[in-house]
């Protein structure tokens, strides 16, 4: 049963990606050229926040990935050998 999930979780993000993908490729190439009194400007969010989201994002991925290499460093190292 088990076996038959991975392909449709796969195929889930490859979708949501996709998805994700043309959102945010219209709202950033092709929105600046359809007026902004035009209906389809409800769809989507202010353009400063085309910045802010990937960059928060970007931020968030560095932290995880600095926190991540903190614990398997700290959980890895052996204790200091005394001199006596």
Do not use: C, N
């Not at 195929?11 to 043309?22: D, M, N, Q, R």
């Not at 989201?53 to 932290?63: K, S």
């Amino acid at each position: 049963m088990l076996q038959h999930a991975d392909p449709v979780v796969g195929f889930g993000l490859v979708a949501f990606s996709l998805l994700l993908f043309v959102y945010y490729t219209l709202w950033i190439i092709v929105l600046p050229f359809i007026d902004s009194d035009h209906g389809i400007h409800q769809y989507f969010l202010p353009r400063e926040y085309a910045v802010i989201i990937p960059m928060v994002a970007g931020l968030l991925l560095l932290l995880f990935i600095g926190i991540f290499i903190t614990v398997v460093m700290w959980k890895s190292r052996k204790p200091a050998k005394k001199l006596d």
